[in-house]
């Protein structure tokens, strides 16, 4: 077994600020995500990273860095924060690609934003 | 490029009623992996079933569902809701050519009425 911690649990940030969100996994997992929720939205991918130092976009990256540091963890960058902005920031990650692995995804507790 | 459709976006039936939650998709690629996942009010997703094997039903905490690739649909089924299955449910696709991402449907939020 394994677990994804992803901290911290509640940010709250000021309209312009730039917010890191910090996702940490023991799965020894290759690949990692970044997702957004928002309030009937479903899950919108932000980033995802195959291995360490690899970064790839998803649908939604425009206004967001990511980085890679090492295997375990990832970290995101919301480079503006938005006024009145509110979401659930959902890290994932899943197996390597290999015969066998149906690649489904772990997903940690989630990052709460709130922008004032 | 590959889509999940779940038609459904708020599903409200009485406890003890049987549950279909509809899932299809759409990829150009002949070895889909299906997964449901779950996700309760404050909590993150979490795998409830998933199938890449034609016709074969798969089966987990009194849910199950069969991947029929002949007409692309994954169906999330169980036999009589209770009001603990209360969730929103995604179903989502992924594909065993390379691609590391899953693409998920825009999920069904099935409340159970006592």
């Known amino acids: 077994g394994g677990i994804i911690t992803q901290t911290p649990k509640f940010l709250i940030g000021q309209e312009g600020q730039k917010l890191t969100l910090k996702c940490q996994q023991n799965?020894?997992?290759?690949?990692m995500y970044w997702y957004r929720q928002d309030s009937g939205k479903g899950l919108r991918l932000i980033y995802y990273?195959?291995?360490?130092?690899?970064?790839q976009k998803g649908d939604l990256s425009e206004g967001y860095d990511a980085s890679r540091e090492k295997k375990s963890s990832f970290s995101l960058t919301v480079t503006s924060a938005q006024k009145n902005e509110m979401a659930v920031f959902l890290c994932?990650?899943?197996?390597?690609?290999?015969?066998?692995?149906?690649?489904?995804?772990?997903f940690g507790p989630g990052t709460r934003l709130t922008v004032l | 490029g590959d889509s999940v459709t779940q038609t459904e976006g708020l599903v409200t039936l009485t406890e003890g009623l049987p549950v279909m939650l509809n899932c299809t998709y759409q990829t150009i690629y002949s070895n889909p992996f299906l997964f449901w996942y779950v996700q309760h009010l404050n909590e993150s997703p979490r795998l409830l079933l998933k199938?890449?094997?034609?016709?074969k039903r798969t089966e987990h905490q009194g849910f199950h569902a069969t991947l029929h690739k002949s007409s692309s649909s994954f169906h999330l089924q169980k036999s009589s809701a209770q009001l603990s299955d209360s969730a929103l449910y995604y179903c989502a696709l992924s594909d065993r050519s390379g691609s590391w991402q899953l693409i998920f449907g825009s999920g069904t939020q099935l409340t159970v009425m006592p």
């Open positions: 994932a990650s899943s197996k390597p690609r290999d015969w066998g692995s149906s690649y489904e995804q772990y």
């Open positions: 199938s890449f094997t034609d016709n």
């Open positions: 799965f020894n997992h290759d690949t």
């Open positions: 990273s195959i291995t360490e130092n690899d970064l």
